[in-house]
């Protein structure tokens, strides 16, 4: 049996690592498009959104509905990206820590 101390000692450090890898999954920031690059948003690892960006040729009265929906379509790009990014940096944590496959962090 293992003694205390260094039970103890380990899950410092895994908490530790774990608090790491959470600031820097929140401190990512991850670019969304749609429309062929006619709308773009930023958004950060706590899905806050950042900055938009749209195509002046866009803004035309008739655009609208057309408007709206590639800024859902950037938005769900970079939502994408964000998850996807983040679950890769989770890997080399996640193989530490016995984590299954797919199993999302509380952050």
Do not use: C, Y
Not at 8 to 29: D, F, G, S, V, Y
């Amino acid at each position: 049996m293992k003694d205390i101390s260094q039970i103890m000692r380990q899950a410092q450090q895994m908490q530790a690592k774990i608090n790491e890898a959470q600031k820097k999954l929140e401190a990512m920031e991850v670019e969304g498009s749609s429309g062929g690059g006619m709308v773009k948003l930023r958004i950060s690892g706590k899905n806050v959104l950042l900055s938009i960006n749209i195509d002046p040729s866009l803004m035309a009265a008739d655009e609208r509905e057309i408007l709206e929906d590639l800024i859902k379509a950037a938005h769900d790009d970079a939502r994408r990206k964000l998850e996807d990014t983040q679950n890769e940096e989770m890997k080399g944590l996640s193989g530490g820590l016995g984590i299954l496959p797919g199993f999302k962090m509380p952050f």
